[in-house]
């Protein structure tokens, strides 16, 4: 699918699994949120919220409908997605592709299961 991030190499054991996707210098929606370089250490990227600035309309319409697409995509062929956050979109040029689709093929809870968990009529 066009809206999802490509896989260079992937491999699994019993124990554990490893994937590597080509590096970006463009970084993440995240990064472009707070006017991060994708190489910087994880704390001076995120933990300034003096830096931080929104999304211009057209970039939220485009990035927003790229997503929607590629997440009925993935619900149409009955594929789970509960990872989606800005970190995991990653920017490539106007367009934005998803991250970590392989979490819930190995079994790593949803990003928001600690919030839908609390309701009891949600499995």
Do not use: W
């Amino acid at each position: 699918h066009p809206y999802i991030y490509k896989i260079t190499f992937a491999t699994a054991n019993e124990s554990s699994a490893l994937v590597i996707r080509q590096f970006s210098e463009k970084g993440t929606l995240k990064d472009l949120i707070y006017k991060a370089k994708p190489k910087d250490p994880f704390l001076k990227k995120y933990c300034n919220p003096k830096k931080i600035q929104g999304l211009e309309l057209q970039q939220i319409k485009t990035y927003g409908r790229q997503i929607l697409e590629v997440l009925k995509f993935l619900h149409e062929k009955g594929f789970p997605y509960g990872h989606l956050h800005s970190a995991n979109v990653m920017l490539d040029g106007d367009t934005c592709k998803l991250l970590d689709l392989e979490n819930s093929l190995l079994g790593l809870p949803s990003f928001y299961r600690s919030y839908f968990s609390q309701f009891r009529k949600i499995n």
